[in-house]
């Protein structure tokens, strides 16, 4: 067959609509489950590029009868997205880009922290995954060495998380935080910075009653 494969596999879906007519639901499901992500392939090939936002991986259970009375449960690996709207606020729902799961996105990220939170990364990883200054953090750690705000880590051969220790001359390494102790301290410093700024509100309104009372 010659022609536009698109017209040419549209043309041909069409003469099968017979065929589908009289086929049980569970025969017919799978081809129309393929129909519909085709569809949602050619409609982001026409929209471009979307940014999105990756959610983790799947591990939504799709179960598979072997023979009567056995059961496989086969965990989903794929990727889940969220996709980010113009205004940059995150769709209440992402789907997994292998077998079309959906997920709630406040409760994914929700266990996406949890899950990461005793995990120790570098300090840029934390920053560019959060949207954190990297040099503020990198100034808690400094700090951190004597007055204990952000306690700092290395990996050693072995894997092994240990406390920071300055490594010998010409060696180079990678000082980490767990992610729970950087997130921490970012709500503490924010609530520092409120407390801080209600306080100078306060100032300023005091002293304007003073001199109007003046």
């Not at 081809?31 to 949602?40: F, H, K, M, T, V």
């Not at 709630?104 to 990461?116: F, H, K, N, Y």
Request: hydrophobic share 35%; glycine share 8%.
């Amino acid at each position: 067959m010659t022609g536009d494969p698109i017209v040419v596999a549209a043309r041909f879906l069409s003469t099968q609509l017979e065929w589908a007519r009289h086929r049980d639901e569970d025969e017919i499901k799978p081809l129309l489950s393929e129909i519909d992500r085709c569809a949602r392939v050619l409609r982001s090939l026409v929209r471009g590029p979307q940014e999105s936002r990756y959610l983790g991986v799947c591990g939504y259970e799709h179960a598979t009868e072997l023979q009567p009375g056995i059961t496989r449960i086969d965990p989903c690996p794929g990727d889940v997205y969220a996709r980010v709207h113009r205004d940059g606020s995150t769709a209440r729902t992402g789907t997994c880009r292998t077998c079309g799961a959906t997920v709630d996105t406040d409760a994914r990220r929700a266990w996406l922290d949890g899950e990461v939170r005793a995990h120790a990364f570098s300090a840029r990883d934390i920053a560019d995954a959060y949207g954190l200054n990297v040099k503020t953090i990198r100034s808690w750690a400094a700090r951190g060495l004597s007055t204990g705000l952000l306690r700092s880590y290395w990996r050693t051969d072995a894997g092994i998380v240990a406390d920071w220790v300055e490594p010998p001359e010409g060696v180079h390494r990678e000082r980490l935080h767990y992610v729970g102790d950087v997130l921490d301290m970012a709500v503490a410093e924010k609530a520092r910075q409120a407390e801080a700024q209600a306080k100078r509100a306060r100032r300023r309104e005091q002293a304007t009653t003073q001199g109007d009372a003046a």
